[in-house]
């Protein structure tokens, strides 16, 4: 009760700050007056070792700083309290507890009354139509957010220099952090005590299962939008000499980090949606799942479709997509689309090709016929950048001793089938060039070989 009374006393004198000029009103403190309540909420929870949580109406009002202001300060200042408040003060976690032999499985702690930055109720058509206004967002606002980082870095639009699209990547990268900090915890949970219900409260599946969200069209902006930004900045690395007089100069500064975090977002969130699908596709086979959970497809299929058939973005997102064990793993489903079929097959599997692995694959290119077959579907460029791609990522899968898919073949084995895929792919293909990626990839191979015989 005394919190509770203490609490309400901080929002009253910290909000009695921003009340002096009017929260939405033109001032010439206006800046100042959003500051010093940043600084009076940092000051009561965060300093404190007995620190309390900010009520719902102050995180409120710092997040609308981070949605609506102009001026980089705030924004910065804002992106990194809300980050800072969500570490201190948890909506989801596991509580910390000695563990022991006979510790029965931990508890997960969900803070109902949290403050949440999205919002999931049904909203009228004027409300729908004002979807990353108000202090909170729904979940057409998270995809249109996705979609203007696509816009603009795609299009290479002036406003890639404005301060309301480095605004748009920090408001983005908190939305992911949020996501996974609710997730994280609920999927660890889940696998403990197979509560379903965990998963499906939690704002990543609500988010991706809202009806007014085209779930598939939000998967392709978000690889179109990380490719496209992987790709402008690794072409253009000095991009603040090009500028115009007219550019904040500190907004340019701090753009190539806020858009190298913004990326790595993107990338943290489809590998959450890929966790999220693991644990869904557990869900169904316990029969856990229900008709209101609805069908989707697993975000793995949707990226395969989208590489495949647009080659534009499939070297940048092997080159950003770096979770070895996800990485190879798509790059054996991409190519086993287009090996026979009785290449892959084993006795065990009984005639199907579910169970191919990286090694089975590099067997079908050491085989001519194979080999000839796989690069009239897809070029002999596009198979070497996607076997030096899963090389790469089955060696960080040795590095960290990883039990799943290095354990068949020996390193000397796959080292060696790389650089004979590698020479069949030449043979076949004599147009084939060999890029210095791939060359990287045999150098590699051929000194592992050397240090092992």
Same mark, same amino acid.
């Given at each position: ?211 007014? $969200?085209?779930?598939? #069209?939000?998967?392709? %902006?978000? +690889? !179109? ?6 790709? =402008?900045?690794? &072409? ?67 990226? $395969?479709?989208?590489? #495949?058939?647009?080659? %534009?973005? +499939? !070297? ?6 770096? =979770?070895?064990? &996800? ?67 089955? $060696? ?58």
């Amino acid at each position: 009760m005394e919190k509770q009374s203490r609490g309400r006393g901080i929002e009253e004198n910290t909000m009695a700050i921003l009340d002096t000029s009017g929260f939405n009103r033109d001032s010439h403190h206006r800046n100042d007056d959003r500051l010093a309540f940043m600084e009076a909420v940092r000051s009561a929870s965060l300093v404190p070792d007995d620190g309390i949580a900010p009520t719902k109406t102050m995180f409120g009002a710092i997040f609308q700083i981070l949605k609506d202001e102009s001026t980089l300060e705030l924004v910065v200042a804002s992106y990194q309290l809300l980050n800072e408040l969500d570490k201190r003060f948890p909506r989801v976690y596991l509580p910390e507890i000695e563990m022991s032999e006979s510790s029965s499985p931990t508890e997960l702690v969900v803070v109902e009354e949290a403050w949440s930055p999205f919002s999931f109720g049904l909203d009228s058509e004027k409300e729908e139509s004002n979807k990353v206004s108000g202090r909170s967002i729904k979940p057409l606002g998270f995809h249109y957010l996705v979609q203007d980082l696509g816009e603009v870095v795609k299009e290479g639009k002036p406003e890639a220099t404005d301060i309301k699209t480095l605004r748009n990547m920090l408001l983005f990268q908190y939305l992911v952090n949020v996501l996974e900090r609710d997730a994280l915890p609920r999927i660890h949970s889940y696998k403990e005590n197979m509560n379903w219900n965990l998963i499906r409260e939690s704002l990543l599946n609500m988010l991706l299962g809202s009806r007014k $969200l085209i779930y598939k #069209t939000l998967i392709k %902006d978000c +690889l !179109s939008a990380m490719c496209y930004m992987h790709h =402008e900045m690794s &072409q253009t690395q000095n991009l603040s000499m090009e500028l115009s007089a007219n550019c904040n100069t500190a907004v340019v500064m701090a753009l190539p980090e806020v858009k190298s975090c913004a990326c790595v977002a993107l990338k943290k969130l489809l590998l959450l949606i890929i966790e999220l699908d693991s644990v869904r596709n557990s869900a169904d086979l316990q029969g856990l799942t229900n008709r209101a959970d609805g069908v989707r497809t697993p975000v793995s299929e949707i990226i $395969l479709d989208e590489i #495949t058939y647009n080659s %534009d973005i +499939l !070297s940048s997102f092997f080159q950003i997509f770096d =979770e070895p064990k &996800q990485k190879l793993k798509l790059i054996v489903q991409y190519l086993q689309k287009y090996i026979p079929k009785s290449s892959v097959r084993t006795r065990r599997s009984n005639g199907s090709a579910n169970d191919a692995t990286f090694e089975s694959i590099l067997k079908c290119f050491s085989n001519a016929n194979s080999t000839k077959s796989i690069i009239k579907k897809i070029s002999g460029d596009v198979a070497q950048l996607l076997l030096g791609h899963a090389f790469q990522a089955y $060696l960080s899968m040795c590095d960290t001793d990883s039990e799943e898919g290095v354990k068949s073949f020996s390193l000397p084995e796959v080292c060696q089938n790389i650089i004979t895929a590698f020479t069949c792919i030449k043979r076949e293909d004599k147009g084939t060039e060999i890029s210095v990626f791939s060359k990287e990839t045999l150098f590699t191979a051929a000194t592992i070989l050397s240090l092992k015989s």
